[in-house]
């Protein structure tokens, strides 16, 4: 299973553009990289997925680099709704059914 | 957009008491997940169930905590005499089969409190 390490936290101002990037040295070659995103008191919910280059959808972008031993959630104008813990997964998903590891992942705080 | 339900959203028990939590999977999902995130801490996997068995479970899953899909659409975990440390939140997931990637979406999560 690879490890990621992520930041523990980070703040934005309102409008900008975030990136958080994920470390995944060890991922191996079936992994996929997939982002979560938790509000307090609620369930976490999927953001994007990715197995490499650039994913982009209506909420985020997600880039991966060539050796995919890292990637970068990137969040375009950020709003105050967007504080949450965001987490990055990397694992064999095209396996239904396994268990999902997620780590502590970075806390974002929108600031006005 | 479909969407996994769980009730109730807070439950108060005493210790040494049953509960059950209750969740409604999204509809054509086959697989379905129990979580758990005490709170400040991580999301913790409790085991994943499929074709009305078990597919996997983690340590936390002792002989106390039981799943069950009674019905064509409930999923239940119930924890048999529940214990101040099962004080946490418990989140339902479900995947759908034969996807090219496993995505899980969860529900909002019940609160237990145990006394």
């Known amino acids: 299973l690879a490890k990621t390490t992520q930041p523990i936290s980070m703040d934005s101002y309102e409008g900008q553009e975030v990136n958080i990037t994920c470390s995944h040295n060890?991922?191996?070659?079936?992994?996929?990289i997939t982002w979560y995103q938790q509000f307090p008191s609620q369930g976490p919910r999927f953001i994007i997925q990715?197995?490499?280059t650039k994913v982009t959808n209506e909420v985020a972008s997600l880039f991966i680099p060539a050796d995919r031993k890292s990637s970068t959630l990137s969040l375009p104008r950020v709003s105050l709704s967007d504080t949450a813990v965001y987490y990055c997964?990397?694992?064999?998903?095209?396996?239904?059914?396994?268990?999902?590891?997620f780590g502590t992942g970075t806390s974002l705080t929108v600031i006005p | 957009e479909p969407e996994v339900t769980q009730t109730p959203s807070h439950q108060v028990t005493q210790m040494g008491q049953e509960v059950i939590l209750r969740c409604v999977p999204i509809s054509n999902h086959l697989y379905f997940y129990w979580y758990r995130q005490i709170l400040g801490q991580k999301v913790e996997f409790l085991v994943s169930?499929?074709?009305?068995?078990?597919?996997?479970k983690s340590e936390i899953f002792d002989d106390q905590f039981s799943v069950e899909r009674p019905d064509g659409s409930n999923f239940t975990l119930k924890i048999r005499s529940t214990k101040l440390e099962d004080s946490a939140m418990y989140f339902c997931?479900?995947?759908?089969?034969?996807?090219?990637?496993?995505?899980?979406?969860f529900g909002p999560g019940t609160r237990l409190t145990v006394l």
């Open positions: 060890n991922i191996a070659t079936n992994d996929y």
């Open positions: 990715g197995y490499k």
């Open positions: 997964l990397v694992g064999d998903f095209t396996n239904t059914g396994n268990q999902f590891y």
């Open positions: 169930f499929y074709n009305n068995e078990i597919s996997e």
């Open positions: 997931a479900s995947s759908e089969p034969l996807a090219v990637t496993d995505t899980q979406y």
